[in-house]
Nanobody, 126 residues
């Protein structure tokens, strides 16, 4: 099973922060790079941040660069997304997933299995 479980979303005001958590596994940490995606109703799911398999390289979409930070805690099998200075445009359902290299994707990665979890909702009001 490659499905991951997300948590930590909520409703906040513009400028506030949230930390999203993703429960993964030893196997996934050993074999895959990981990423965070978000989706707004009526729009395509977009990749916003990725972490290499080694955990030493990070990648961010221009829309979140400088505000979001992706990280992992290998001892706890957890992936995180620290979101600071949130904006109304960040309102979306957020998902985590194993990813692989994809030269056709904007950031060079795409989801490997199309086995999405429930996601966690983030709502930012102005």
């Amino acid at each position: 099973q490659m499905q991951l479980m997300e948590s930590g979303g909520g409703s906040v005001q513009e400028g506030e922060s949230l930390t999203l958590s993703c429960t993964t596994s030893r196997t996934q940490l050993d074999h895959f790079a990981l990423g965070w995606f978000r989706q707004v109703p009526g729009k395509e799911r977009e990749g916003i941040s990725f972490l290499s398999r080694s955990g030493r390289n990070t990648y961010y979409a221009d829309s979140v660069k400088g505000r979001f930070t992706i990280s992992r805690d290998s001892a706890k099998n957890m992936l995180y997304l620290q979101m600071d200075n949130l904006k109304p445009e960040d309102t979306a359902m957020y998902y985590c997933a194993p990813v692989g290299s994809d030269p056709n994707a904007e950031l060079g990665f795409s989801a490997l299995f199309n086995d999405w979890g429930q996601g966690t909702q983030v709502a930012v009001s102005s």
